[in-house]
């Protein structure tokens, strides 16, 4: 079994490994085989052996252990240097494509199947910043309007409830500040994410020509 897994490693220790172990629920006193066969930016391409054609569930666990010795107390028993468990993922046969033709394959293949994964994730990133900024736009249009009525009716109010319009107008006004950096911030991370985005694809034409 081959698995591609995209791990987050932003807030990562520096000093940390990251290792793999994989068990078949049907024999979960034994630990499948795990080898490491690509890892670049936050993906990892692994092979699991030894995995039953007629597996129901295969489980996962992905642990970081500190790999800096300097930083560990030899007076430490062993059990506080057992890794630290990140996160435990499940392969269900039911929600499982089985391609007979998959096969381990050499590293630039690898590397175009994870730049592949990477320009989708930032399409989707860009996709997402878009549909805020639409939405801020959208909210800001409305709160205008609602400026403008309040304009309207101050002309027409008493000074008590000029007093009150005025002090809407204001968080009215406050509102759309906030709305407006907010917007110009997500409109930095869409713009990040494209040039990011481009980048990816010179390294997808390189890999391809390599």
């Given at each position: 079994m081959i698995a591609t897994l995209h791990i987050d490693r932003s807030q990562a220790d520096r000093n940390a490994e990251t290792t793999f172990a994989a068990q078949d629920r049907a024999n979960p006193q034994e630990e499948l085989p795990v080898t490491?066969?690509?890892?670049?930016?936050?993906?990892?391409?692994?092979?699991?052996?030894?995995?039953?054609?007629?597996f129901e569930v295969i489980g996962?666990?992905?642990?970081?252990?500190?790999?800096?010795?300097?930083?560990?107390?030899?007076?430490?028993?062993?059990?506080?240097?057992?890794?630290?468990e990140l996160a435990r993922i499940y392969a269900d046969h039911r929600e499982v494509d089985v391609d007979e033709s998959m096969t381990i394959e050499d590293t630039n293949r690898y590397?175009?199947?994870?730049?592949?994964?990477?320009?989708?994730?930032?399409?989707?990133?860009?996709?997402?910043?878009r549909q805020v900024v639409e939405n801020m736009e959208e909210r800001i249009e409305e709160l205008e309007q609602e400026l403008v009525d309040i304009e309207a009716d101050i002309l027409y109010s008493?000074?008590?409830?000029?007093?009150?319009?005025e002090s809407e107008h204001s968080q009215i006004e406050s509102e759309i500040d906030g709305l407006e950096t907010d917007m110009e911030n997500e409109k930095e991370s869409y713009q990040v994410a494209q040039e990011e985005q481009e980048m990816i694809e010179e390294q997808m034409e390189m890999a391809s020509d390599g």
């Open positions: 490491m066969l690509y890892e670049d930016r936050d993906y990892v391409v692994l092979h699991i052996d030894n995995v039953d054609p007629s996962m666990d992905i642990l970081e252990e500190t790999t800096d010795e300097s930083l560990l107390d030899p007076d430490e028993t062993s059990d506080d240097n057992i890794p630290a590397e175009q199947h994870v730049l592949q994964l990477e320009m989708d994730r930032l399409e989707e990133e860009q996709q997402d910043h008493t000074e008590d409830e000029e007093v009150e319009l």
